[in-house]
Every structure is written in structure tokens, then in C-alpha cells.
């Protein structure tokens, strides 16, 4: 049994006894650092033609020294998963930066940085064991709306295009070390399915198979995702996936995200995540709730027994990480439902036949 087998055999059996805690906002941190356009450049990237700031996932190539450093403070924090830096490590959120032709390479080394951090977590505390979620974001575009509200029916990207660039990723990101593979920030369903077909299409090709993390994202109070779903009816669509876990991220802050996951509980037959911004951003683009806030918010989802997993999004810092981990360390996780057998089916609404 290899290394990243035995993780693998321990996650299985780790989650149905503790709430596994997720880390915080990349983002969040990366900004904490100041970087200047020569920083985000490094000697790699001075001479490229485009304005690289605001490219994090750069960084794993320009500064990696920087992104390794903020993935050991959320593992000294607690976190028991680091997600990679790769968010926007896409061919089509890439080409924004003249960078599509190194998704391969950012995806390989953001996963490697990630595992060199939990393999050092683990050696100061060899009765620990971490693991590394990579990461495939939604992209900057939606293959469901039109950008143009003159022509409904124009896309700008195609599902193919989005399932070419998720394989690259996907493949890159397990070759460098990840054990589970996680889609996140998801506000359009269709995105989401072009990136577990791409999943499964790099399974096929190496031959084995890692956990698959979903993780979808309500944009506002209406409590439907950016193309139009309830939770339930998400779930419906990407369940055939068989993952590891479902969930939602991002948007929303923990008391707004509440009934979402609990929908999400009800109804899904595997684990559930929730990891929420530190609220909504203020006027300034900043994130007003504390560890504490927060902290609050996910104990009670805990106690509620609505959750397998915590952790982070936007605004998150190590403080709020080290905060949930001990908040939930003693709580029992959500115990997965036995859901009947149904034809369940989505659009915008979920549909259940019954039962004959």
C-alpha cells in the first residue's frame, strides 16, 4: 500500500467519527502579504506581457515560498484538509493573464507545495494525517447564460472547452500529490458537470480513482445557485457522481448558509460540507465576522448534526480556522441517511416520482 492509499484508508475511516475541518481563504491570505506587480511577476514573469497581480495562483510558480507558508499556518491552525491554490488554474481564467499553456504546470506544483506541507505537518506530529483537496474553481464564465442578454442563445465557452482544461488540471493536480479532488464554487451546474466528466476521464486514464468533493455556491437570498437550482435539485443533478461529499462555499456568510446545508443534509446520501465566507463583504471589500461569529454559527450546524465537514471561504484567516477546529473537535459528525430509492430528477426544481 502506498502512501497516499493509506490517507485514503484512514479519511474512510477517520470522517465517521470527527468533523474533518477544512482550511481557510487563500485569497485572504495571499493579500495579508502586500505582493507588488513584481512579486506576482517573480524573475520567471518579468518580462511577460501581461499585468500578472491579482493572479494568485501564479504565485505557486513566482513565490511558492509564500504559498507554502500560508498553507503550514491553516495546518498549524488545525485544518485538516489544504485546498491547492489553483482556483483559477484553468486554461479559461488563465488566458485573462496570457498564462493558458501553464495550467498543466500550475496545477502540478500548487498540489506539490500543498503535500510538502502536510508531509512536514505530519513529521512534527506523526500521529497526524493530512490531506490535500485539489482544487478546480468554476472559471470566469458560464456555459448555461448567455453574457449577451441581446442573444440568449451565445456562449463563450463551450463544454468542451471546460472539459478539456478540467482533465489537464485534474490529472496535474493528482500526479503532484492530491488525494481528493474537489469542485467548488459552483454557481453553474453545467460548469460543475463538464468538470466531474473530465474527472472521470482522468480516473480512466490513470487507472485508479480518488474521493470527489462538491461544493456548489447559493450567489444570494433567493437560495438558488447562479443558473438557477435549489440546492436539492443541484444535488440531484451531480449526485450520479457518486462523491465523496456535497456541499456549498463561498457567497453567503455561516447564519445565511444555514438552511441551504440543512436542505443539503436531508437529502444527500453521502457527507456534507459547508464552508462559508466570514460573511458578506463591507463597503470596502472586507470581511466583518470574527472567529468567534463564525465559530458560533458552525458549532450549532454541528450540533445540529447537519455537517461532516467545516471550514473557510473569503475572509477566513487561521483565527477562524483554529477556532472551528476546536469548536467541533468534540462534536459527533453528521450520520449519512439511508434515502429511498426514487426517480429524482432536476431542473430548476427537483422532482421525486413516488413510490409505486
Known amino acids: ?19 474533518l475541518v477544512l482550511d481557510g481563504a487563500m485569497g485572504t491570505m495571499i493579500q495579508s502579504y502586500g505582493l507588488s506587480e513584481e512579486d506576482f511577476r517573480g524573475d520567471r514573469f518579468a518580462d511577460h506581457n501581461f499585468e500578472l497581480k491579482g493572479n494568485g495562483e501564479v504565485l505557486s510558480l513566482s513565490q511558492p515560498h509564500v504559498i507554502k507558508e500560508i498553507h503550514a499556518s491553516f495546518l498549524a491552525a488545525g485544518a485538516d ?40 505537518a505530519e513529521a512534527k506530529d506523526p500521529g497526524r494525517t493530512c490531506y490535500v483537496a485539489g482544487i478546480l474553481g468554476p472559471t470566469n464564465r458560464t456555459a448555461s447564460i448567455s453574457p449577451d442578454v441581446n442573444d440568449p442563445a451565445f456562449r463563450n465557452v463551450s463544454f468542451d472547452d471546460l472539459r478539456e482544461t478540467y482533465k489537464i488540471a485534474t490529472l496535474a493536480l493528482v500526479n503532484g500529490g492530491a ?9 453553474d451546474t453545467l460548469n460543475a458537470k463538464a468538470a466531474l466528466f473530465a474527472i472521470e476521464e482522468a480516473y480512466d486514464e490513470l487507472g485508479f480513482r480518488l474521493p470527489i468533493m462538491i461544493s456548489g ?12 437550482q435549489t440546492p436539492e435539485a443541484f444535488w440531484n443533478s451531480v449526485k450520479h457522481a457518486a462523491p465523496f461529499s456535497i456541499g456549498l462555499n463561498c457567497a453567503l456568510g455561516a447564519k445565511d448558509m444555514r438552511g441551504y446545508i440543512a436542505e443539503l443534509s436531508r437529502v444527500a446520501e453521502c457527507y456534507v460540507s459547508a464552508h462559508p465566507n466570514a460573511g458578506l463583504p ?3 471589500g472586507e470581511y466583518d ?14 450540533r445540529a448534526g447537519i455537517v461532516n465537514i467545516v471550514g473557510g471561504c473569503c475572509g477566513t484567516t487561521p483565527e477562524h480556522i483554529r477556532e472551528f477546529a476546536g469548536r467541533v473537535k468534540e462534536v459527533p459528525p453528521r450520520d449519512v441517511p439511508e434515502i429511498p430509492k426514487r426517480l429524482r430528477l432536476s431542473g430548476l426544481e427537483p422532482f421525486t416520482a413516488a413510490a409505486s
Request: proline share 1%; charged share 30%; hydrophobic share 40%.
Open 1 to 19: 500500500m502506498n502512501k497516499r492509499q493509506a490517507r485514503l484508508e484512514h479519511l474512510n475511516t477517520s470522517i465517521k467519527d470527527q468533523i
Open 282 to 284: 463591507n463597503e470596502f
Open 179 to 187: 488525494d481528493i479532488i474537489m469542485v467548488e464554487t459552483i454557481f
Open 289 to 302: 465576522e470574527t472567529p468567534e461569529m463564525m465559530g458560533d454559527a458552525l458549532e450549532e450546524f454541528a
Open 217 to 228: 455556491t447559493i450567489t444570494d437570498q433567493s437560495g438558488r445557485t447562479l443558473s438557477g
Open 81 to 120: 484538509v489544504l485546498e491547492t491554490n489553483t482556483f483559477s488554474a484553468t486554461a479559461v481564467a488563465q488566458a485573462d493573464y496570457g498564462l493558458e499553456h501553464l495550467v498543466e504546470e500550475l496545477n502540478f506544483e500548487s498540489a506539490k507545495l500543498a503535500r510538502e506541507a502536510c508531509d512536514e
